[in-house]
């Protein structure tokens, strides 16, 4: 088994947790509705993950919704003294599989309370408060203090242990961290999607978790061929290579790929043993710097 240990560790939620991890998503059905293909696959994931040592698992009620957080429960429960689970609020769906801004303070608190419900504990490790727009699916500049007090009262009530933020820009993260604590931000950033490059240092130098989301999303057909070269020289897989590059990019980046695969499952963690040379990276990086231009 993969001493998933290698791969470092950081502090997450007044614990110290392995920087590979798990994401949630998708255990649920196509298009993240409605209830997987397979449901003893789903669970048997979720325990082999925890058996291998992660103990940072992302999820939110809306996955499904409500059906990734009902088979973490039931894969899970009793939950691990030492596992973080991770947890999102901000949107709803319809029953059409759409995604659903639910961003006023009471669309917030249903949601922490769907997400206690249905994980089936008295307190959430971490919230992230996911800002979602209909406008846009990339983060956009304005007010979330409103949002991020209704959580805080959350937190003052005993619900909500730690808070984060997802889908935002610097300036709302700093917006946020002068109201009080952020633990972790969650944002889409990969090898070629580097706009987050300074954040992810501020936040480094700040002790920040900073958990990047959809590793290999926004390729270019380009960009995929160039990193599959990079993999095949290597003798790894396109996402391995990805992963192993966010785990060398900064040390307080937390990963979260998920899968509804045991091989696939194993193939991620197996991404922790991927030596990746000087050179390689250099090369790996100049692929990101053609895509941003």
């Not at 499904?64 to 991770?86: C, S, W």
């Not at 609020?89 to 206690?116: E, F, M, T």
């Amino acid at each position: 088994m993969v001493d998933i240990h290698s791969a470092g560790t950081f502090p997450l939620a007044g614990r110290v947790v392995s920087r590979m991890g798990y994401g949630a998503m998708q255990l649920a059905g196509p298009g993240v509705f409605g209830p997987p293909k397979d449901r003893d696959t789903a669970v048997a994931v979720l325990r082999e993950a925890v058996a291998a040592g992660v103990r940072h698992i992302d999820t939110s009620d809306f996955y499904g919704p409500h059906i990734t957080n009902q088979l973490i429960r039931e894969a899970l429960h009793p939950y691990p003294d030492d596992l973080v689970i991770v947890t999102k609020v901000g949107a709803v769906r319809g029953d059409d599989a759409s995604w659903i801004p639910a961003q006023k303070p009471a669309d917030l608190v249903k949601g922490v309370h769907d997400n206690l419900r249905n994980l089936k504990v008295d307190v959430l490790d971490v919230v992230n408060l996911r800002i979602v727009t209909e406008e846009s699916h990339e983060p956009s500049e304005g007010s979330i203090a409103e949002r991020f007090a209704a959580l805080l009262e959350l937190q003052r009530q005993g619900l909500v242990r730690h808070l984060g933020l997802s889908n935002v820009t610097s300036r709302q993260v700093a917006e946020a961290r002068a109201l009080g604590e952020v633990v972790c931000v969650q944002n889409h950033y990969n090898l070629v999607h580097r706009t987050d490059d300074r954040l992810v240092d501020e936040l480094a130098a700040a002790g920040i978790a900073y958990v990047p989301f959809f590793p290999l999303g926004g390729f270019t057909p380009l960009d995929s061929q160039r990193l599959s070269q990079v993999a095949a020289r290597l003798g790894a897989t396109p996402m391995q290579v990805a992963l192993a590059w966010l785990l060398r990019r900064a040390p307080n980046i937390l990963l979260i790929p998920g899968t509804s695969s045991l091989s696939h499952l194993r193939e991620n963690l197996q991404s922790i043993q991927l030596d990746l040379p000087n050179e390689v990276m250099a090369e790996l990086d100049a692929i990101g710097k053609t895509a941003a231009h």
